[in-house]
């Protein structure tokens, strides 16, 4: 069995999807198989504490030494020698990918390379020479692991062999048995401010690529027509400012509610207690949704979701069997897929109910992880 460390930029204690599914992708591993390497900063004691695997902290990026990279490039080196390790995980395709990439040629240290999307987005946007880096260190890697089929597709044109890349999708943030009774939920409804009428939740850091804009003009066309529903926003980011003046300007303060952030455990019951989840987001420029747990959580749930034909998210969304897929940018085809689910309750549960058969028979850290185990631990032919 192969040592292994993961050296990543992004995780727990740190919040997001990346580091979330890092951190789930870890907990998969047997105990001592693996370990990590992320940056300093913050409160991480708590957070290392409770990790089975052993967590070490360094300074990855430096501030004062130019390309900043170096310093993780030390550091892994050493933490390469300390834990005799037979293979180097990175996350993120710059500028990780670079220290595997020098580890691999000065060392003979093999190394896997984890893409979530934007990071290759990034890469082919810029051209020039972080695209010829970015094509090297994928052809280099022993495997590639990206999120979604579109991100996979990405990095197959950025320069990975289709033969080298495996997907290993993220899964629900809790676990399938989680059940929430009608009184939590009744609970959850009265904490967060739903009301009675028909009730759309949409969830996530509040930036200007998951569309939340185009959700509250939907919710403003659909009072234009006489159509009452509510939109209840949780999360929290730098959008929340622009999102509230915009709820102002177009009349809807009274059917959309900010809630900020909410705390883990209240998540499924969140889920639970709206008619149906809508996230729509957008690509701007590199920056795309790479995926989209969100509308597995929801489909968990039971909810039906609407979602947009961007990025990675046709890959959590199943058009017309557990959501509803719209254009992305495109308040009107929001607002016509919200109809379609208030008139068709039958729909609405169909969609609904079908979404968590798929989360329940397709999806699960340990399910979806479990060849990347196999094919990091075990040992290369001689």
Known sequence: MRSIILVTLEYPPQTGGIANYLANVVACFPKGSIHVFAPEGGDTHDADMRSEAPIYRRPLLSKWIRPRWLAALYWTNWLR??????????????????????????????YAVIVHGMDVALALEAGGGKRARAKAILGDAELVIANSDYTAHLAESAGAAKDKIMIVRPSPSFPSYVTVTPERIQETRSKYGFD????????????????????VE??????????????????????????????ETRGVADRVGFTGKVPDEDLPSLFGACDAFVMAPKSIGADVEGFGIVYLEANLMGKPVIGSRAGGVPDAVKD??????????????????????MDDPTLCALLGQAGRKRVMEEFGWKRQTAPLVEALLKEPAP
């Open 218 to 247: 939907a919710v403003a066309l659909l009072k234009e027509r006489g159509r009452t529903v509510r939109l209840v926003i949780a999360g929290d980011g730098p959008e929340r400012k622009k999102l509230e003046r915009l709820v």
């Open 81 to 110: 020698k300390k834990e005799r390790a037979d293979l180097l995980l990175v996350s993120h395709l710059l500028p990780m990918g670079q220290v595997a990439r020098i580890l691999k040629r000065k060392r003979g240290l093999p």
């Open 196 to 215: 009675q009428t028909f009730t759309l939740l949409t969830l996530g850091r509040l930036v200007a690529r998951k569309g939340f804009a185009e959700a």
């Open 320 to 341: 017309g069997e557990t959501g509803l897929l719209v254009n992305p940018g495109d308040p009107a085809a929001i607002a016509d897929a919200v109809v379609k689910l």
